[in-house]
């Protein structure tokens, strides 16, 4: 199954790729976690994203695009990933459909109170990644978790802005191509997974 998980700053697409991951046995393909083990790395792309991470700007297309080319053309990736946070604009979706082809499309519909509330509660765990809103330490690692440097509430503004101008385009893109599929992201963690899992399972006996 090739996926997409599409969906505003904070609406649940890592909490929901990593069920996806987990229960479809599909490779989770998240742009925002790459490019931040690159920032930590200090590689050449974590330099130069750096500034447009905390700013809540987006990436250039052309890098982000080669990047998740790169991920796609591995054998065990190709027809089983579900993607998170790409593609991010018209041009990226664009550059997508030369690379491969889409099954489904998921978008998860959650008005901005909830999420920017969600996101300031954020916290991560440095080893394991999976994110938290109830705790400080991570119960599987037992590690002090951390806040995202674009998690304060001037980056997310601008992340919201940028995501209503550059990404929710993608909805219409994505629903004249006949492959959208609308959740509500409104609902509880399960809920809203039992709501993909049934489009995920449309179609099998
Ligand atoms: P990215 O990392 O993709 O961030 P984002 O799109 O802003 O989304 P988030 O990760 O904040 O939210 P999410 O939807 O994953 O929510 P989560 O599941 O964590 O991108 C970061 C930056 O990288 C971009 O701003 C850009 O600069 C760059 N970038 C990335 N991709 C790019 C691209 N393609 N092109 C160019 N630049 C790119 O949930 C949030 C919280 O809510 C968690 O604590 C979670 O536990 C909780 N939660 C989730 N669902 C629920 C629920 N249903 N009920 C209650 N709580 C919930
Ligand atoms: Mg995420």
Not at 126 to 138: E, F, R
Not at 152 to 158: A, K
Request: hydrophobic fraction near 35%; include cysteine.
């Amino acid at each position: 199954m090739r996926l997409i998980l599409l969906g505003a700053p904070g609406s649940g697409k890592g909490t929901q790729a990593q069920k996806i991951q987990e229960n479809f046995n599909l490779v989770h393909i998240s742009t925002g976690e790459i490019i931040r083990e690159n920032l930590k790395n200090k590689t050449q792309t974590g330099l130069l994203a750096e500034s447009i991470i905390n700013k809540g700007d987006l990436l250039p297309d052309e890098l982000v695009v080669e990047m998740v080319k790169d991920i796609l053309s591995k054998q065990e990736v190709k027809d089983n990933f579900v993607l998170d946070g790409f593609p991010r604009t018209i041009k990226q979706a664009e550059a997508l459909d030369k690379i491969t082809q889409i099954d489904k499309v998921i978008f998860i519909d959650v008005n901005f109170d909830y999420t920017k509330d969600r996101i300031l509660k954020r916290r991560t765990c440095p080893l394991c990644k999976k994110t938290y809103s109830d705790t400080l330490v991570c119960p599987n690692c037992n590690v002090t978790l951390i806040m995202r440097s674009d998690d304060n509430e001037e980056t997310i503004n601008s992340r919201f802005k940028v995501y209503e101008e550059q990404t929710k385009p993608l909805v219409n893109y994505y629903k004249q191509k006949n492959l959208l599929y609308k959740v509500d992201g409104s609902k509880t963690i399960e809920q809203v997974y039992k709501q993909i899992e049934f489009i995920l399972n449309e179609g099998k006996v």
